[in-house]
């Protein structure tokens, strides 16, 4: 089973520092005064499992408009790039508290040379992007049919059952 996965070695670094930033802001910084509501990028989680027939990728990216996905296959690497765009009917000063992240974000995974570039599919269902990537037909395992216990030699020679 070949698994796709994307490596980050700071990323927990990076999750504890966010982590940190928000325990001194909300602790000491902001009693009394609204958050300032920013716009970063983040990085929507991904699952990837393989079965006998393809590679399936699947990305969170709740609240974002299709439109706004952008999958891409260049060079044995999928690409997802896509926003997620802050609502304008609302005021800034109208919020309280902004947790979830807006702006940008991009994914990419390095494919085995078994995907076939030519079968992919990606369905948006739910906030969940489904990306299904076939595999080429010389990828795919194939049975092989076992012989018992010399069965077979002895029926060539004659020896085997008659009828």
Do not use: C, W
């Not at 990419?108 to 948006?124: C, E, G, M």
Request: proline share 4%; net charge negative; aromatic share 8%.
């Amino acid at each position: 089973m070949t698994v796709i996965a994307r490596f980050d070695p700071f990323r927990e670094f990076t999750t504890l520092q966010d982590r940190m930033n928000r325990l001194f802001r909300d602790s000491f910084g902001s009693e009394g005064r609204e958050e300032a509501l920013t716009t970063t990028g983040f990085v929507p989680p991904a699952d990837v499992y393989e079965d006998e027939h393809s590679i399936t990728v699947k990305i969170e990216v709740p609240g974002i408009e299709e439109r706004d996905i952008d999958v891409r296959i260049e060079n044995n690497t999928l690409m997802v790039h896509g926003e997620r765009k802050i609502e304008k009917e609302e005021k800034e000063e109208n919020y309280l508290r902004v947790e979830r992240s807006y702006g940008s974000f991009a994914r990419s995974f390095t494919l085995p040379n078994s995907v076939d570039a030519s079968n992919v599919t990606a369905d948006y269902d739910k906030g969940v992007l489904k990306v299904t990537l076939g595999k080429r037909a010389e990828a795919k395992p194939k049975q092989i049919k076992v012989n018992v216990g010399g069965q077979k030699s002895l029926e060539s020679k004659g020896l085997g059952k008659s009828a």
